[in-house]
Nanobody, 121 residues
Framework: QVQLVESGGGLVQAGGSLRLSCAAS????????MGWYRQAPGNQRELVAS???????NYADSAKGRFTISRDNAKNTVYLQMNSLKPEDTAVYYC???????????????WGQGTQVTVSS
């Protein structure tokens, strides 16, 4: 059993900051990729940022220069620091991880339950 638990969402004014966290727990052998996605009402889920185990990052154009993704491999945790937030950043933010479970061959993709981020104008 693997769980991804997000935290740190909330309501913030435009121009403000939030820091999201996602902790993976369970019988985890290894985590390759970790990423943050978001989904606004009526929109498809989209990638915000991702990071590999060795620290290579990738950002959506909308996140470049404002958001920073990082991870703590010892804690199986990924973070998303969001600065200069805009109303269009309002969405449910989901954590995603590609990981291997102890005694199970291969890697699978897992999702968190999501955390709401609301940016008021």
């Amino acid at each position: 059993q693997v769980q991804l638990v997000e935290s740190g969402g909330g309501l913030v004014q435009a121009g403000g900051s939030l820091r999201l966290s996602c902790a993976a727990s369970g019988s985890i052998f290894s985590i390759n990729y970790m990423g943050w996605y978001r989904q606004a009402p009526g929109n498809q889920r989209e990638l915000v940022a991702s990071i590999t185990r060795d620290g290579r990052t990738n950002y959506a154009d909308s996140a470049k220069g404002r958001f920073t993704i990082s991870r703590d491999n010892a804690k199986n945790t990924v973070y998303l620091q969001m600065n200069s937030l805009k109303p269009e950043d309002t969405a449910v933010y989901y954590c995603n991880a590609e990981l291997a479970i102890v005694m199970v061959k291969g890697f699978g993709r897992y999702w968190g339950q999501g955390t709401q981020v609301t940016v008021s104008s």
